[in-house]
């Protein structure tokens, strides 16, 4: 994807794009942190399930 499309997609969703949390839809094979840096999401623990919490946040552990 350019940039500068990428650019337009973060001015159009109020830069929520930025935010999404692309290592866990890498597990589907979509490749959609390419290009962007490896930090996980800084998330707020009281507004994640119990569930995600056991699943999904074991990833970056290992």
Do not use: C
Not at 1 to 28: E, G, H, P, Q, V
Request: hydrophobic share 40%.
């Amino acid at each position: 994807m350019r940039s500068s499309y990428m650019k337009f997609l973060l001015r159009m969703t109020n830069n929520y794009l930025a935010l999404l949390n692309r290592n866990i839809i890498d597990t589907l094979g979509t490749h959609s942190s390419f290009g962007f840096s490896d930090e996980p999401p800084v998330l707020q623990f009281e507004h994640t399930s119990r569930k995600f919490r056991e699943t999904v946040l074991i990833w970056f552990i290992q």
